[in-house]
T-cell receptor, first 114, second 114 residues
Framework: GENVEQHPSTLSVQEGDSAVIKCTYSDSASNYFPWYKQELGKRPQLIIDIRSNVGEKKDQRIAVTLNKTAKHFSLHITETQPEDSAVYFCAASVGGTSYGKLTFGQGTILTVHP | GAVVSQHPSRVICKSGTSVKIECRSLDFQATTMFWYRQFPKQSLMLMATSNEGSKATYEQGVEKDKFLINHASLTLSTLTVTSAHPEDSSFYIC??????????FGPGTRLTVL
């Protein structure tokens, strides 16, 4: 089955700096790669996603890049703010009707210091 | 956006009892429901996938006789943890999906087994 590795496990940055989280996946059939932000005790919140026919996608301060050949994808957060502090998870799945069967990475605890 | 609810939000029970968790899609028809489990400070792990009107498909290592899943309608799926033990204490999150769209997570249920 699919295996998703995520790094780093913790990331500490100063407000205004950029943060980058990286994930690799094992199943070449995976073609849907979402990123979630989860605050303590709450549900994961989808912040951005990318399909394998696209190399990069951006939404304001957040961007995701995908290298299908190398089987890795990354989350980039620019101009970080304290409210960006949370746990971030990458995930992968085979798309189509199976969007939701996600394999998650281990998570990254992001701390943004004011 | 799509709304998914879970009930109860938290439950405490004695060892050996059974607990039922409900997941409802409030404004769309969820043909597929996914159940995830998240232990403290860990990632989400898929437990099972259920399609409306069909038997659930369980992931390897998940006991189907212990975690009973019912998806009797397009808006409701239930997870029953039978004969719960302390090691079943976890955060249980459902994801409801309509065809061709990513799943939406419920708010989660915190189960504590004493």
């Amino acid at each position: 089955g699919e295996n998703v590795e995520q790094h780093p496990s913790t990331l500490s940055v100063q407000e205004g700096d950029s943060a980058v989280i990286k994930c690799t996946y094992s199943d070449s059939a995976s073609n849907y790669f979402p990123w979630y932000k989860q605050e303590l005790g709450k549900r994961p919140q989808l912040i951005i996603d990318i399909r394998s026919n696209v190399g990069e996608k951006k939404d304001q301060r957040i961007a995701v890049t995908l290298n299908k050949t190398a089987k890795h994808f990354s989350l980039h957060i620019t101009e970080t703010q304290p409210e960006d502090s949370a746990v971030y998870f990458c995930a992968a799945s085979v798309g189509g009707t199976s969007y939701g069967k996600l394999t998650f990475g281990q998570g990254t605890i992001l701390t943004v210091h004011p | 956006g799509a709304v998914v609810s879970q009930h109860p939000s938290r439950v405490i029970c004695k060892s050996g009892t059974s607990v039922k968790i409900e997941c409802r899609s409030l404004d769309f028809q969820a043909t597929t429901m996914f159940w995830y489990r998240q232990f403290p400070k860990q990632s989400l792990m898929l437990m099972a996938t259920s399609n409306e009107g069909s038997k659930a498909t369980y992931e390897q290592g998940v006991e189907k006789d212990k975690f009973l899943i019912n998806h009797a309608s397009l808006t409701l799926s239930t997870l029953t943890v039978t004969s719960a033990h302390p090691e079943d204490s976890s955060f249980y999150i459902c994801s409801a999906q309509e065809p061709g769209r990513p799943g939406y997570f419920g708010p989660g249920t915190r189960l504590t087994v004493l």
